[in-house]
């Protein structure tokens, strides 16, 4: 026993020592410090810099490891977390906001005279706002368009793809694009998706949702949500105009440029792909590319997935005041500008993505394509959260089933059936277990049966 507490003491020091090594530097004198827990995106550091140019009275640094909520959570509450942190959706903010981590900058952009909520994408809204308060500013804003290489279309006599369209219309398109070797195989898709994020707008774009509109109960096996996810798998295994897991694989042994729908697309295994304008990220990096950018297709809604990223202050932070003013910052037109420049999404406010310099950067005179990001944004809803359910509970719940649709051994119908039961089972579980939600539950649910 008494090796295995010396064991435990020898290993909680070395523990104690990685943290002292990888910790920030101290800040140089005459300067406030802020730590700023967010992911190592080489677009932060432009984005800090240009901060600390602004406002030479902080020394602002990045704090790759602390992400993830538990870890935000769990740090602050022990005195040592970042001074700012970034927030992902609306389950995480109600998160930090039920811990008492965030804090609320209602007032003080009221004060600025800043409206948040008219002023940034609706997409963005579940990041920031929550029972009508603000505790946070957008970081970027994104909805997902239709990428094409312009030389492969060329090549093959067709037309560029141009929006609005229909997926009827799309798969006219992508059937043409698709290129196979001289065994018949294909090697060229006509089109490259993220399953895990993008089943969600086949969903909307059918008529479903996720839950409905107060929360208290999961949706998704509605005959809408259904027909959306049966035809996104149907893409893969009756219209075979995308690859599925197995053929991801094979594409991506077979080149240094790694999986992933952005990646594959880039090396041009498909013809297009359904992403966002942040894969400029990636792409711009790689020679060769000719890319060209059409709003996606749509189906019984006009509609598209909006998402993106928000930063948050820390209320058990001592500078929160001085953290404050990188909220205040990103409202900013540098730091909006910087965004639309760097093509980290688009910018968080509206208004810096109605600018001739959005749609035509000097810099980058063959992305002609900018127009298309803002109209997918201004037809984008967000991502749907529920508060009487532990999000990333049910996102594994969604992910379990959903991959079991991708493989082509559950039917959507049945898949979303079990995932529907499972998420209202978490419901009712966590209701049961919380008294505030409880009340705030049977309010809305007067008068209805359990889900």
């Not at 969903?203 to 998704?220: F, K």
């Not at 219209?239 to 240094?256: C, I, L, R, T």
């Not at 719940?397 to 998420?423: C, E, G, T, W």
Request: net charge positive; glycine share 8%.
């Amino acid at each position: 026993m008494k090796s295995l507490f010396l064991a435990i003491l020898a290993g909680l020091a070395a523990l104690s020592a990685v943290a002292w090594r990888i910790q920030p530097p101290p800040a140089p004198p005459g300067k406030i410090p802020l730590v700023w827990a967010s992911d190592d995106n080489p677009t932060r550091r432009d984005q800090m810099a240009l901060f600390r140019q602004l406002h030479p009275l902080y020394d602002l640094r990045l704090d790759p490891n602390t992400l993830g909520m538990e870890k935000v959570i769990v740090q602050s509450l022990a005195g040592v977390g970042p001074d700012l942190f970034d927030c992902y959706d609306g389950f995480q903010l109600s998160a930090y906001v039920t811990s008492g981590l965030a804090w609320d900058v209602t007032d003080r952009f009221r004060q600025l005279g800043i409206d948040v909520k008219r002023a940034v994408w609706p997409a963005t809204h579940p990041n920031i706002l929550h029972d009508g308060r603000v505790y946070g500013f957008p970081t970027n804003a994104a909805a997902d368009a239709i990428w094409f290489h312009k030389d492969l279309f060329r090549a093959e006599g067709v037309p560029f793809p141009r929006g609005p369209w229909r997926w009827d219309q799309f798969l006219e398109t992508a059937r043409r694009m698709i290129k196979r070797d001289a065994r018949g195989r294909i090697v060229r898709y006509g089109l490259m998706a993220d399953w895990d994020q993008q089943w969600q707008q086949f969903v909307v774009q059918w008529g479903g949702r996720i839950y409905t509109p107060d929360g208290t109960r999961c949706i998704v096996d509605s005959p809408e949500a259904v027909a959306g996810v049966q035809f996104f798998q149907d893409l893969i295994y009756r219209h075979k105009v995308m690859p599925g897991p197995v053929e991801e694989a094979a594409m991506a042994s077979q080149g240094g440029w790694g999986a992933g729908a952005m990646t594959l697309f880039g090396a041009k295994k498909g013809a297009m792909a359904l992403g966002g304008r942040w894969w400029l990220n990636l792409l711009r990096s790689y020679e060769g590319l000719h890319l060209g950018a059409c709003e996606a297709p749509h189906a019984v809604r006009r509609v598209f997935r909006g998402y993106g990223r928000a930063t948050l202050v820390n209320s058990h932070s001592p500078r929160r005041e001085h953290a404050f003013q990188f909220l205040r910052y990103m409202a900013g037109e540098p730091y909006n500008r910087l965004v639309n420049h760097q093509a980290d999404a688009v910018s968080p406010v509206i208004r810096f993505a109605y600018t001739p310099e959005f749609l035509h950067d000097p810099d980058y005179p063959e992305e002609d394509y900018n127009e298309v990001w803002r109209e997918a944004l201004a037809r984008a809803i967000p991502t749907e959260v529920s508060p009487f359910v532990n999000g990333q509970r049910a996102q594994r719940i969604l992910k379990k089933q959903l991959d079991q649709v991708r493989a082509n051994v559950k039917r959507p119908a049945d898949a979303l059936r079990d995932a529907a039961r499972q998420i209202n089972q978490e419901i009712r579980e966590t209701v049961r277990g919380n008294p505030s939600l409880r009340a705030r539950y049977e309010a809305l649910t007067r008068g209805r049966s359990a889900p």
